[in-house]
C-alpha cells in the first residue's frame, strides 16, 4: 500500500532558527496536507497542496509540495516557541482508494527560548 | 460551536471485554474516520466512512468494527480488545469534497489490560 515517510523524527532548534521538515511517498499523491498537534491535543489541518510545484505561505510558515507530486516540506522560518508541537504530511493516492489517508510519522519539534 | 465529540476520554479495560467508543460530529459532515495514534507511528486510519450506511477499511482495520447508521454518529467497536489495541484513538470529520481538511475530536486514550 501507499507509504508516507517524514524525517525528520526530532527537531530541536533555538528559538529564532529555521525550521523545515520533509515528506516523501512511495506513489503520486492527488494531493497532500499538512497537519500540526501540540503536545497532549489533537491533529489540526494547516493546508493542503493540490497541484505540481505548488508553494503556499501562512504567515512563517512556507509549504511546497514537489513536481512529480511524491514529496513536500514545511518549512518554518524563525520559529517561536508556539511552534512547538508534531507536524504531519498525509497524502492520498489517485484512483481507487483515494478516499484513504495515509499520515507521515511526523516531526516532533522543540523550540529552545 | 462546530465540533468532534468522542466519549469516553479514557478508558482502562480487560483483554476479551467489548467497548465501543462514540464519536459524533455537528458540522454536517459526510466523511468519518477512525485512527489509532502510537509512538513512533504517527497516526493509522482504522476505518472511513464517506455517508451513512457506507465504510471502508484503512490501514488498520483488524480487530475493529464500525458503523454508520447516521451521518452525525461514528461509533468504533472492539468486539474482543487485546492489549495491542491500546492506543491513543482518534475521530475526524470532514465535508465529502473536501475530505482531506478533517476536524480531529479531541482523542480516546484507552487502555487494554
Known amino acids: 500500500g501507499q507509504q508516507v515517510m517524514q524525517i525528520p523524527q526530532y527537531q530541536h532548534v533555538q528559538e529564532g532558527e529555521d525550521f523545515t521538515t520533509y515528506c516523501n511517498s512511495s506513489?503520486?499523491?492527488?494531493?497532500i496536507q499538512w497537519y500540526k498537534q501540540r503536545p497532549g491535543g489533537h491533529p489540526v489541518f494547516l493546508i493542503q497542496?493540490?497541484?505540481?510545484?505548488e508553494v503556499k505561505k501562512q504567515k512563517r510558515l512556507t509549504f511546497q509540495f514537489g513536481e512529480a507530486k511524491k514529496n513536500s516540506s514545511l518549512h518554518i522560518t524563525a520559529t517561536q516557541t508556539t511552534d512547538v508541537g508534531t507536524y504531519f504530511c498525509a497524502g492520498s493516492g489517485s484512483g481507487a482508494g483515494s478516499y484513504q489517508l495515509t499520515f507521515g510519522k511526523g516531526t516532533k519539534l522543540s523550540v529552545i527560548p | 460551536e462546530a465540533q468532534v465529540t468522542q466519549n469516553p476520554r479514557y478508558l482502562i479495560t480487560v483483554t476479551g471485554k467489548k467497548l465501543t467508543v462514540t464519536c459524533s460530529q455537528n458540522?454536517?459532515?459526510?466523511?468519518m474516520s477512525w485512527y489509532r495514534q502510537d509512538p513512533g507511528l504517527g497516526l493509522r486510519q482504522i476505518y472511513y466512512s464517506m455517508n451513512v450506511e457506507v465504510t471502508d477499511k484503512g490501514d488498520v482495520p483488524e480487530g475493529y468494527k464500525v458503523s454508520r447508521k447516521e451521518k452525525r454518529n461514528f461509533p468504533l467497536i472492539l468486539e474482543s480488545p487485546s492489549p495491542n489495541q491500546t492506543s491513543l484513538y482518534f475521530c475526524a470529520s470532514a465535508f465529502r469534497g473536501d475530505y482531506n481538511e478533517q476536524f480531529f475530536g479531541p482523542g480516546t486514550r484507552l487502555t487494554v489490560l
Open positions: 458540522m454536517n459532515h459526510e466523511y
Open positions: 497542496l493540490v497541484k505540481s510545484g
Open positions: 506513489t503520486t499523491l492527488s494531493n
